[in-house]
């Protein structure tokens, strides 16, 4: 009568257990599709190479590329992984391993997969300390939307009285580059969903989102403007060509590029004004790692604000 009554306790069972095989917990892709192509796993035990380190991941990010990667839509064709494959490229955590860094607090890039993992291995060069006082979460939120928006918000060369309208202002990049645009004195127009009031003429346009809405808010620079696309929420990019910015004079100054060592500079920086209070990533959802499937269904749905991060329970 007991079984009878309770027919999913066998489920129940293997579900408290499925992570406690030898083995690294992993969420795996084995093909490209809808989000429930990523699924649990176990993988082997990660070993360091030459210069590298094994970080024990706490958190990693999830981004709305990942979420076009596991559709077989990249951007480009080139960030189509090798199947099977782990996705994630950002994350935070404790070094595990024997090396100098043992024990800190780190965050680190992993060159586009094997982040959605329980541990994972990067080179000893990619590896960012976490400055005291800022949390871990935090910090893993902050190592790729933070450069970028400090990158961007760089180009665009912010000043004191001008007007910049922010494009998905409601995403991880966009919450900090409002932060960033009135940190430095600047007229904010903040955009999310689907609010499209009109604004009037703006002096800068950081464009998250692409396709026609990126070209209608390009349409609103004046002259000398510039104009910063920096995401295809909408699934392209804006059709802002060389000729038409030139006819416009508007300047269009695109993504966050630069070497790695530049790059880790910007994201050691955007650390540590958050460290400084200065600087606040929106962390608006987690997901326990086996529900990475949960956390790009609602990336999709568009059913998430600010930073979206996996946890791995202990």
Known sequence: MFWRACPDLGSLREESFRWRRPGVRAVMMREFGPPEVL????????RA??????????????????????????????????LPAILGNGVGGTVSDSSPWSGLQVVA??????????????????????????????????????RTALALAGRAELRPGKTVLVEAAGGG???????????????????????RNAVGEVDVVFDGV?????LAAFGLLGTGGRFCPFGMASGRFAPVTP??????????????GGNPAHLAALARMALAEAAAGRLRPVIGQEFELADAARAHAAIEARETVGKT?????R
Do not use: C, K, W
């Open 39 to 46: 699924e649990p796993a176990e993988v082997a035990e990660v």
């Open 49 to 82: 190479g030459p210069d590298e380190v094994v970080i024990g991941v706490e958190f990693a990010n999830v981004t709305f590329v990942e979420t076009q990667v596991r559709a077989g839509r990249p951007p480009h064709p080139s960030m189509l992984p090798a």
């Open 109 to 146: 890039s992993l060159n586009g997969t094997g982040g959605y993992a329980e541990r994972a291995v990067t080179t000893a060069s990619q590896l960012i300390r976490i400055p005291d006082g800022l949390a871990t979460r935090d910090a893993v939120a902050l190592l790729a939307d933070g």
């Open 173 to 195: 990049v966009g919450t900090l580059l409002v932060q960033v645009a009135r940190r430095a004195g600047a007229r904010v127009v903040a955009l999310a969903g689907q609010q």
């Open 210 to 214: 692409g396709g026609d809405i990126g």
């Open 243 to 256: 000729e038409l910015a030139q006819d416009r004079q508007v300047t269009v100054r695109t993504g966050a």
């Open 309 to 313: 991060l996996l946890t791995v329970p």
